[in-house]
């Protein structure tokens, strides 16, 4: 039989192991995205889009990102710290972030909107982060009668690499298309008619535009579909249904103790 001081101090051992090896797995691996205002985009003051390393930059429940702000980004953000994670958060372009997810380098991507092909490898999360409605923007002096996607039919229609547009668009055989990398090229390229009409996000277009003070009026077709977007992690992940979960309830708290509307108030109205 141990001594009982010797018994004290193992059982004091064990608790201290059982405890720090419970904190260290409150911790999410995370990417998202840049240039999607109001939802996920960078600081004014922030130059460098290789942002934060290999290890992500941790963001512990209590504190901001260094680099990244906007709606979706903070309701993720107080979703897990409601559950107490620390967030490793790496910022790329979408296309970048999405490959990294598919190549298991991370265990969660948002704001991701779901389609049949993403939903064959993903995990969604129940509860969303944001929403957003497809449209196309076309120049204002068009003539263009709109009698649904079919409308566009041999037209080349902008579209941002690697953005889902839903299964109506992706159904679509007709319309041209040309992928762009950045928002303000694709209305460039409509201005300069290289683009018969750009096909976006309005939420995130509109604040593009009002944000570079852009003079140049759009004429916008009636949305065509719209998508929520979700934590996401691919179905392989160990571990990925209780990530989402947390998340959920995380989600579920703070809508529930006000925190959510003041996110809203702050970056929707």
Same mark, same amino acid.
């Given at each position: 039989m141990l001594p009982k001081r010797l018994a004290q101090t193992l059982l004091?051992?064990?608790?201290?192991?059982?405890?720090?090896?419970?904190?260290?797995?409150?911790?999410?691996?995370?990417?998202? !995205? =840049?240039? =999607?205002?109001?939802?996920?985009? &960078?600081?004014?003051?922030?130059? %460098?889009?290789?942002?934060?390393? $290999?290890?992500?930059?941790?963001?512990?429940?209590?504190?901001?990102?260094?680099?990244?702000?906007?709606? +979706?980004?903070?309701?993720?953000?107080? +979703? #897990?710290?409601?559950?107490g994670y620390t967030i490793h958060l790496t910022v790329y372009p979408w296309?970048?972030?999405?490959?990294?997810?598919?190549?298991?380098?991370?265990?969660?991507? #948002?704001?991701?909107?779901?389609?049949?092909?993403?939903?064959?490898?993903?995990?969604?999360?129940?509860?969303?982060?944001?929403?957003?409605?497809? &449209?196309?923007?076309?120049?204002?002096?068009?003539?263009?009668?709109?009698?649904?996607?079919?409308? !566009?039919?041999?037209?080349? /229609?902008? /579209?941002?690499?690697?953005?889902?547009?839903?299964?109506?668009?992706?159904?679509?055989? %007709?319309?041209?298309?040309?992928?762009?990398?950045?928002?303000?090229?694709? #209305?460039?390229?409509?201005?300069?008619?290289? @683009? %018969?009409?750009?096909?976006?996000?309005?939420?995130?277009?509109?604040?593009? @535009?009002?944000?570079?003070?852009?003079?140049?009026?759009?004429?916008? @077709?009636?949305p065509f579909e719209y998508t929520e977007e979700y934590a996401v992690g691919?179905?392989?992940?160990?571990?990925? $249904?209780? @990530? !989402?979960?947390? #998340?959920?309830?995380?989600?579920?708290? /703070?809508?529930? +103790?006000?925190?959510?509307?003041?996110?809203?108030?702050?970056?929707? %109205?």
């Amino acid at each position: 039989m141990l001594p009982k001081r010797l018994a004290q101090t193992l059982l004091i051992t064990i608790l201290l192991t059982v405890f720090s090896a419970e904190a260290a797995e409150k911790a999410v691996n995370v990417t998202t !995205l =840049y240039g =999607y205002p109001p939802y996920c985009f &960078l600081r004014a003051d922030i130059q %460098d889009r290789h942002l934060t390393g $290999e290890q992500g930059e941790p963001v512990e429940p209590g504190t901001d990102s260094t680099v990244l702000q906007g709606y +979706s980004w903070e309701i993720f953000r107080e +979703s #897990f710290h409601e559950m107490g994670y620390t967030i490793h958060l790496t910022v790329y372009p979408w296309a970048r972030a999405l490959a990294m997810t598919k190549a298991k380098k991370f265990d969660i991507l #948002f704001p991701t909107g779901k389609n049949s092909q993403r939903e064959k490898i993903f995990h969604y999360s129940g509860e969303a982060i944001n929403r957003v409605n497809f &449209l196309v923007y076309l120049p204002a002096d068009s003539k263009l009668r709109w009698d649904g996607l079919r409308s !566009l039919s041999g037209l080349s /229609i902008g /579209i941002m690499r690697d953005f889902n547009y839903g299964d109506q668009w992706a159904a679509q055989e %007709d319309i041209g298309t040309y992928e762009v990398n950045t928002i303000l090229q694709g #209305f460039m390229m409509l201005d300069r008619k290289r @683009l %018969d009409g750009f096909a976006g996000y309005e939420q995130i277009w509109d604040y593009a @535009l009002k944000k570079i003070g852009s003079k140049t009026q759009y004429r916008k @077709l009636p949305p065509f579909e719209y998508t929520e977007e979700y934590a996401v992690g691919l179905k392989s992940t160990p571990g990925i $249904e209780g @990530l !989402l979960r947390d #998340f959920d309830i995380g989600r579920r708290r /703070i809508e529930a +103790s006000g925190i959510e509307e003041k996110i809203s108030r702050k970056w929707m %109205d």
